[in-house]
């Protein structure tokens, strides 16, 4: 097998860290990554594994997921950032890269492949990205869950080789893997969307998870005007619905 060639982006919008770096969002996943490297230093190391996952579809967590990786690997460390697309139902992280690779993260589970192989590694060299692709593995196949046991010790064989590893997930209500995904790595981050995600539903995606694991949340979609205001009053409301 050779080597898998350097990726490029697609040029979405959404990619406010890389394309809007100074702008309202984009700040705001600056501030996230100096957060998360503040957490992993007080926790003595032990942040290494991310899932970033929601209660329901469409609340913008792959593009959250892609935004804190490019973030944190924007920062300038002698160590990397690898983004996995652990969502094998609807995987979205492809849709963002020109040129997206046909093997990904099913063909290194099942061994089909080194990380050499597999990993993209995004301009900068300081970001690799695992996809799923949307046809599946390279035989078309596609589990209809993932294999949580062979994903965790994947994870503890790449936690030296990066500083932040985080997991793309499928979101907690309408599947079981992101409760296992959260139960496997070391925290996790709950995206949201302003006006979109009923309180109910994430008060009940915190039920179905291990919560001592919860970072925090991200408040997806929220306009610059409104941004302080509305944040407070949601957190406010949703701790008190707990």
């Keep these: ?92 992280v492809h849709s963002f890269l020109e040129n997206p690779p046909a093997r990904g993260l099913l063909d290194l589970l099942d061994g089909r492949g080194t990380l050499k192989d597999l990993a993209m590694t995004m301009p900068g060299r300081t970001l690799d990205i695992i996809v799923i692709p949307p046809a599946g593995d390279a035989n078309g196949d596609r589990p209809h869950s993932l294999p949580i046991e062979k994903l965790k010790e994947l994870l503890k064989s790449l ?33 949201v969307r302003a006006g979109v995600t009923p309180r109910p539903a994430t008060g009940k995606a915190l039920a179905a998870i291990d919560k001592t694991k919860l970072i925090g949340f991200v408040l997806n979609g929220v306009p610059e005007s409104r941004l302080g205001r509305y944040y407070y009053k949601y957190y406010e409301q949703t701790t008190e619905s707990k």
């Excluded at 309202?24 to 926790?43: I, N």
């Excluded at 080789?161 to 995904?181: K, M, N, Q, R």
Aim: overall charge neutral; charged content about 20%; proline content about 6%.
């Design 159 to 191: 936690v030296p080789h990066y500083e932040f590893i985080l997991c793309d997930s499928p979101p907690v209500l309408p599947t079981a893997d992101a409760g296992g995904l959260v139960n496997i790595c070391d925290g996790a981050l709950m995206v």
């Design 1 to 92: 097998m050779t080597a898998m060639p350097d990726g490029a982006w697609t040029r979405s919008g959404m990619l406010v860290s890389l394309y809007d770096q100074t702008g309202m969002a984009g700040e705001q996943f600056r501030k996230l990554q100096v957060k998360l490297r503040a957490l992993k230093h007080a926790t003595g190391d032990r942040l290494s594994t991310i899932v970033v996952t929601s209660p329901l579809m469409g609340e913008g967590k792959t593009a959250c997921a892609l935004n804190v990786a490019i973030a944190l690997s924007h920062d300038q460390s002698d160590r990397k950032v690898l983004l996995i697309d652990c969502d094998v139902r609807k995987p979205r």
